[in-house]
């Protein structure tokens, strides 16, 4: 394994075994992520993000497999993994945060109670000394009078309190990834903004890599080290922020940024997306997004498009620009001549 990095994910395929056959859910995801840094991984609702989360974490529904691929943690295959294993990497070495934070906390449960349950499974802290650690990790996360927060139910919060909480529970066995599954989803704006922010604070505090999940492209614009675009269970395009937003490549993600808004004031209407997401159970031989693209071609039907670097130095899995490649590449030859 390479040094420099300490998760890499090779080739990886998911799929869901159901009544109504096989749902490919992932599709042959490779990325890799070094320490420290901050991966985004963006696509909208069944575009295979989460499951791809879940698949790293062996979080798994009972009717799901990974059927092909490496997950590997420091060199370490994690779908290898015996039970016991998969219990010391969660948590210790990698945990997640899940998307709504009321229904990942119990009900009936204390919040002190879950916090310290969660730091005695996965340290060597006694009950005194995880009930310390508890107070402290709320505390770090910005939770007013954590002795007091800890003896009150789920319910007893608001939601930005309650994925705080999450946060705290996520960090308390500082681990090496931490995995954000559209961690701002069910609150406000303004609570979104506190909570990417805590997250970046964190992470440049304990130095810690991140996964961030998520369908919106505005939430990852200026945190992410580098952004992956999911459609279909397949990487459509992978590279810089910079690289996503200034010089997309792939139709989806400039579908995508269409879509989002603009800051400047303007009065420029938003496209949407044409069509409805992909039936992963009847998956299309070509290119996943070809029925919804203005621009798909007769190969992007029959053939899946390789992924390809770009001049500036992304990659793209896209047709398009497979053929632009290659008509720069002979205009340079013809102009050599």
């Keep these: 394994m390479s040094e420099e990095y300490i998760l890499q994910v090779k ?48 979080i798994l529904a009972d009717t799901g497999r990974i059927t092909q691929g490496e997950v590997l943690y420091k060199g370490q295959d994690v779908t290898k993994f015996t039970k016991k294993q998969m219990r010391g990497f969660r948590g210790k070495c990698c945990s997640i945060i899940f998307q709504d934070p009321m229904t990942s906390l119990n009900p009936v449960f204390t919040i002190g109670n879950q916090l310290i349950e969660a730091i005695c499974l996965h340290t060597d802290k006694d009950k005194k000394q995880a009930k310390e650690r508890a107070v402290e990790m709320l505390e770090l996360v910005g939770v007013n009078e954590p002795e007091k927060r800890i003896k009150q139910y789920p319910h007893e919060l608001s939601g930005g309190m309650r994925q705080r909480v999450m946060i705290a529970m996520a960090l308390a066995s500082e681990p090496d990834i931490l995995i954000a599954d559209e961690p701002t989803t069910a609150l406000d704006v303004t609570i979104q903004a506190q909570i990417l ?11 810690m890599a991140i996964i961030m999940v998520t369908h919106d492209l505005g939430v990852i614009a200026d945190m992410c080290d580098e952004i992956i675009v999911m459609y279909g269970g397949r990487v459509c395009e992978r590279g810089t ?97």
């Design 241 to 337: 922020a910079e690289d996503i937003f200034y010089r997309p490549s792939h139709e989806y993600t400039k579908g995508l940024l269409r879509s989002i808004p603009k800051a400047d004031g303007s009065k420029e209407r938003l496209v949407p997306i044409a069509g409805t997401p992909i039936n992963l159970l009847n998956m299309p031989k070509g290119c996943a997004f070809c029925a919804r693209c203005d621009e798909a071609m007769k190969i992007c039907l029959e053939e899946i498009p390789p992924q390809v670097q770009v001049p500036d130095g992304h990659f793209a899995s896209c047709w398009l620009t497979y053929k632009k490649m290659l008509e720069t590449q002979k205009a340079g030859g013809a102009a050599n001549e």
């Design 197 to 207: 922010e805590l997250m970046q604070e964190l992470q440049k505090k304990l130095g």
């Design 11 to 58: 080739d990886l395929h998911t799929s869901f075994f159901t009544d109504s056959g096989e749902v490919k859910a992932v599709n042959g995801v490779t990325f890799n992520l070094a320490p420290g840094k901050i991966l985004g991984i963006v696509g909208e609702s069944g575009s295979g993000k989460s499951v791809t989360a879940y698949s790293i974490m062996g």
